[in-house]
Nanobody, 113 residues
Framework: QVQLVESGGGLVQPGGSLKLSCTTSGSNLSFYTMGWYRQAPEMQRELVAIISSRNHTNYADSVKGRFTIARDNAKNTVSLQMNSLKAEDTAVYYC???????WGEGTQVTVSS
């Protein structure tokens, strides 16, 4: 059974940084495309960043140049480095094993002064 656990969320001031981590188990991470998604209150869940098994990455236009997705297959983790955070980045952030269709429980990110 695939399990994903996100960590690293919290409260940060505008312009600040956070690094989210997703620890996975139950699958060989190296085989799968992994993604970070987010959902703000009363909004649909949206794709933030995605990384293929070959480390090809793609980002939502709203985060390009500010966020970086990376994977460490040896540690079964996927990270999301978030810099220059804005109030509109406030959301619950979810990790997804795209190939398996499995989601984590999410971690709250709040950007506020």
């Amino acid at each position: 059974q695939v399990q994903l656990v996100e960590s690293g969320g919290g409260l940060v001031q505008p312009g600040g940084s956070l690094k989210l981590s997703c620890t996975t188990s139950g699958s060989n991470l190296s085989f799968y495309t992994m993604g970070w998604y987010r959902q703000a209150p009363e909004m649909q869940r949206e794709l933030v960043a995605i990384i293929s098994s070959r480390n090809h990455t793609n980002y939502a236009d709203s985060v390009k140049g500010r966020f970086t997705i990376a994977r460490d297959n040896a540690k079964n983790t996927v990270s999301l480095q978030m810099n220059s955070l804005k109030a509109e980045d406030t959301a619950v952030y979810y990790c997804k094993n795209v190939g398996k269709g499995a989601w984590g429980e999410g971690t709250q990110v709040t950007v506020s002064s």
